[in-house]
């Protein structure tokens, strides 16, 4: 069987993946800056990474994972300060909102959401190590890593470090490779921040926004883990600075594998919200998408491939979904059949491939294309003769497998089913009572809600239109 491989970006190489603990796997997730919704370039990064979670464990791993949530930086306390409401206010609402999206695009929860304000005394003690260790200076009440103490910064990035002019400093979190010098990782108050600071022994200010992974990813998963991640934009500054500031002060190696996603695109530039050519979940919901078909196209692409969204790539996911689930009814519902070699060898044929496909480096692309190549193949074969008790069973586990990393087939939608099937009944009832105006409102309602019946001899069944 082929060993897992990721692509690492700090030796541009694909690698085997080995945990340092046997079984578990421990990861760190860059996660929201929560000044406003997130959109769908976000999430095309949450969902690559919920895939690398979801196969982590179909291999058998256990996952750790972490991810911070952002909620003072720059931006943050900007629009805070526009919208005329406390930092708190302003990002509690849209954390809120990140996580009914993360439900709403069956994204599994991590195992920590560590909110950064809730983490200054972890990053003050972070802070104070390093300006023991010489890493870290004050000036002019903040502090600011320099990294001329550290020979391996730039390393991540692959940047040439020769000309770099000693001593120039940046103060803003985010900044353009051109302007590589020493950071802030504590802000000094000053006007522009108002009301949000802490007095701590570093003084009066709040925290870059850099030192936050450091100092969380320290706290949940240790000195030293498995696998970091981010959208491709993360590389330069942020995980550069987070790899001079852990190994600043822990002499150790920070992380094994660094995984980075490309981004989504539109008409050839990313989605951004500074751009302001942005969707998020929300806006493509109220347009009558569904989330599940957003979720399949973020992953379909291979993670370190652009993806251009369209909506022409929207409606073929819907499609693509519909395809697998009705799938799953048609087999679900198959008449009785004898023993088939050929099913039982394109189950074992669709496994081999999808797990060597998502072996290399995550190539969702070409796991796709075995899983349908095995509903073709499975449809075929029930057309033709029907399915054994068997091969059934077979054929279903094999699905839910896959969907256990896919998580668009078995989609728990809460509450749903019961209602639904609580409908179903009142409409046989009415339509035993010859009320078959009540029982067509009950369909026609629920068609309205983007639900089908359908009337089979072993019952009503329903599914849901994408
Ligand atoms: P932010 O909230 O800006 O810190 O971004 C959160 C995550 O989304 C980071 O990992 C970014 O790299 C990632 N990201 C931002 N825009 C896009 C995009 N258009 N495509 C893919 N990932 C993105
Ligand atoms: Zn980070």
Request: hydrophobic content about 35%; overall charge negative.
């Amino acid at each position: 069987m082929m060993a897992l491989r990721f692509y690492n970006t700090m030796s541009r190489r694909l690698e085997e993946f080995e945990p340092i603990e046997p079984g578990h796997v421990r990861m760190y997730t860059c996660g929201p800056t929560v000044y406003g919704p997130a959109h769908i370039g976000n999430f095309r990064a949450y969902i690559f990474e919920d895939i690398l979670r979801r196969y982590l464990k179909y291999k058998g791993y256990r996952v750790t994972q972490v991810m911070n949530l952002t909620d003072i930086d720059d931006k943050t306390i900007r629009d805070s300060q526009e919208a005329g409401i406390t930092l708190q206010e302003h990002t509690r609402k849209f954390i809120e909102m990140f996580f009914h999206d993360l439900d709403r695009l069956n994204i599994e929860r991590a195992e920590y959401y560590p909110a950064a304000t809730e983490h200054i005394p972890e990053m003050v003690d972070f802070i104070q190590k390093l300006i023991e260790r010489g890493n870290a200076y004050g000036s002019g009440g903040s502090v600011y890593y320099k990294i001329s103490t550290f020979p391996r910064y730039g390393a991540l990035s692959h940047m040439d470090m020769t000309g770099l002019k000693a001593g120039a400093r940046v103060d803003s979190d985010e900044y353009e490779k051109e302007s590589v010098s020493d950071f802030a990782v504590w802000k000094g108050w000053s006007e522009r921040d108002g009301n949000v600071f802490w007095n701590t022994p570093l003084g009066k200010g709040r925290p870059g926004w850099h030192i936050e992974c450091s100092a969380m990813s320290m706290k949940y998963l240790g000195e030293q883990f498995d696998i970091h991640t981010g959208g491709v934009d993360n590389i330069f500054p942020h995980h550069e600075n987070e790899i001079a500031q852990s190994e600043g002060v822990t002499g150790k190696k920070f992380v094994n594998y660094w995984l980075h996603n490309a981004h989504l695109i539109v008409e050839s530039k990313k989605m951004s919200k500074s751009e302001g050519n942005f969707y998020t979940v929300g806006a493509l919901v109220e347009m009558g998408h569904n989330p599940i078909a957003i979720r399949y196209l973020l992953m379909a692409t291979h993670y370190r491939q652009q993806l251009n969204f369209t909506s022409e790539a929207l409606e073929a996911s819907k499609k693509a979904i519909t395809r697998l689930r009705d799938f799953r009814t048609n087999v679900e519902d198959a008449r009785p059949g004898p023993d088939s070699d050929t099913a039982k060898w394109t189950v074992a044929r669709a496994v081999e491939g999808f797990e060597a496909a998502l072996d290399d480096d995550l190539n969702m692309s070409q796991a796709l294309a075995a899983a349908f190549d095995f509903v073709r193949e499975v449809n075929a074969v029930v057309a033709e003769q029907g399915l054994s008790e068997a091969d059934k069973k077979a054929v279903l586990n094999a699905l839910r497998r896959f969907d256990s990393v896919l998580g668009v087939v078995y989609v728990k939608e809460a509450g749903i089913d019961q209602r639904i099937d609580t409908l179903i009944r009142e409409r046989n009832e009415a339509k035993k009572a010859r009320d078959f105006k009540t029982a067509d409102k009950i369909r026609s309602d629920l068609l309205d809600e983007g639900i089908i019946l359908e009337d089979t001899p072993v019952g009503t069944k329903w599914k849901r239109k994408v």
